[in-house]
């Protein structure tokens, strides 16, 4: 039966003059064990790694060293999968990457290498890259004719390390200095101008909805809400934004083989058919 794999799309900031493709082939230039990097979690590497011209593709790779499942059949007996102790169970997330646009594809394993570990992997040393969410073309458009912000809903729960927020632009951190003020682990914020004529500071406003992009690109699911009601000037009607609902992903089914596993090379092809699915799009907003 075939299985559904989602991919979530990204645009690659790099700081300090860095080179993410560069970067990518220093790391896996390593020894596998060298490739280890281990955090909080389970170790995590960069398991494959190709370059051909200006598309890179790999394979990261997380291994579970703890809590590892049983093996069980629907008959109701269970037995232990017998492991080494230097082994565990490895999750795999498999990436591509278009360098003239800077555009990443993730797959999305929420067993294995969320964003916030691809970043936090590739930033061991410090911060080089940083993941932003890529917001649908016809968003983006209706976004940026809109010169009348009339109202933005923020929802952010469960929040406990609120560093992330920290940096993300003034609006983003009045929202976690009002969360914090309170020890509130969720805060709501909606800011409009309710039944007055005018605006809200418009700068101000993408600020945030750019900072809180940001954050998405962390992997932090506890921003629940994000939209705007805005109009383009005061003879249209307002539009209301879901920009979560926005964010570019694809959907694809993919045949597992005869043991059950979708092997690196399956998920490659179907990152590569997802890409040329988006790539007229993504060439009006990068190219």
């Given at each position: 039966?075939?299985?559904?794999?989602?991919?979530?799309?990204?645009?690659?900031?790099?700081?300090?003059?860095?080179?993410?493709?560069?970067?990518?082939?220093?790391?896996?230039?390593?020894?596998?064990?060298?490739?280890?990097?281990?955090?909080?979690?389970?170790?995590?590497?960069l398991?494959?790694?190709?370059?051909?011209?200006?598309?890179?593709?790999?394979?990261?790779?997380?291994?579970?060293?703890?809590?590892?499942?049983?093996?069980?059949?629907?008959?109701?007996?269970?037995?232990?999968?017998?492991?080494?102790?230097?082994?565990?169970?490895?999750?795999?997330?498999?990436?591509?990457?278009?360098?003239?646009?800077r555009?990443?594809?993730?797959?999305?394993?929420?067993?294995?290498?969320?964003?916030?570990?691809?970043?936090?992997?590739?930033?061991?040393?410090?911060?080089?890259?940083?993941?932003?969410?890529?917001?649908?073309?016809?968003?983006?458009?209706?976004?940026?004719?809109?010169?009348?912000?009339?109202?933005?809903?923020?929802?952010?729960?469960?929040?406990?390390?609120?560093?992330?927020?920290r940096?993300?632009?003034?609006?983003?951190?009045?929202?976690i200095?009002?969360?914090?003020?309170?020890?509130?682990?969720?805060?709501?914020?909606?800011?409009?101008?309710g039944?007055?004529?005018?605006?809200l500071?418009?700068?101000?406003?993408?600020?945030?909805?750019?900072?809180?992009?940001?954050?998405?690109?962390?992997?932090?699911?506890?921003?629940?809400?994000?939209?705007?009601?805005?109009?383009?000037?005061?003879?249209?009607?307002p539009?209301?934004?879901?920009?979560?609902?926005?964010?570019?992903?694809?959907?694809?089914?993919?045949?597992?083989?005869?043991?059950?596993?979708?092997?690196?090379?399956?998920?490659?092809?179907?990152?590569?058919?997802?890409?040329?699915?988006?790539?007229?799009?993504?060439?009006?907003?990068?190219?």
């Amino acid at each position: 039966m075939a299985r559904t794999m989602t991919v979530d799309f990204y645009r690659v900031d790099v700081t300090g003059g860095h080179d993410f493709q560069r970067l990518l082939a220093d790391v896996y230039a390593l020894p596998p064990e060298e490739r280890n990097r281990t955090g909080s979690s389970s170790p995590i590497r960069l398991q494959e790694y190709t370059h051909n011209g200006d598309i890179l593709e790999g394979d990261m790779l997380k291994i579970r060293m703890d809590e590892v499942p049983l093996k069980a059949s629907l008959h109701g007996s269970t037995r232990f999968i017998d492991l080494n102790d230097d082994e565990g169970i490895g999750e795999e997330t498999a990436f591509y990457y278009y360098v003239p646009w800077r555009v990443l594809l993730l797959q999305r394993n929420r067993h294995a290498v969320s964003a916030s570990a691809f970043t936090w992997y590739f930033n061991h040393g410090g911060p080089i890259i940083e993941l932003v969410p890529i917001l649908r073309s016809d968003i983006l458009q209706r976004l940026a004719r809109m010169t009348v912000m009339r109202k933005l809903d923020v929802k952010i729960a469960g929040v406990e390390n609120a560093e992330i927020f920290r940096g993300e632009g003034h609006g983003v951190g009045a929202i976690i200095d009002l969360k914090e003020a309170f020890s509130a682990p969720n805060v709501s914020v909606s800011v409009s101008m309710g039944r007055r004529r005018g605006s809200l500071l418009v700068d101000n406003v993408r600020e945030t909805i750019s900072g809180l992009l940001r954050v998405l690109g962390y992997g932090d699911r506890r921003l629940k809400k994000l939209a705007v009601e805005a109009q383009e000037d005061y003879t249209h009607s307002p539009e209301l934004l879901d920009i979560l609902k926005s964010r570019i992903l694809e959907e694809i089914e993919i045949d597992p083989t005869a043991d059950r596993r979708l092997p690196y090379d399956r998920r490659k092809d179907a990152l590569r058919e997802v890409f040329t699915r988006r790539r007229t799009e993504l060439r009006q907003m990068f190219g």
